[in-house]
């Protein structure tokens, strides 16, 4: 009786961690995205204008 307790917890044993390493990639790939998107800006310099009576 004891064998078949000590066979259902060897299954438990491993942990996929697939799940895991999908979610880091995904993770890791839309913080890439934001950084470079955010880096990626030109910054210009708009003239100022005067308020002349018309």
Not at 1 to 22: A, C, F, H, R, W
Not at 33 to 47: E, F, L, N, R, Y
């Amino acid at each position: 009786m004891s064998e078949g307790v000590k066979e259902e917890n060897q299954l438990y044993d491993e942990i996929n961690i697939t799940p895991m390493l999908d979610l880091a990639y995904v993770l890791l790939v839309i913080f890439i995205i934001m950084t470079t998107a955010s880096v990626q800006g030109v910054k210009v310099d708009m003239p100022q204008t005067i308020n002349s009576a018309s």
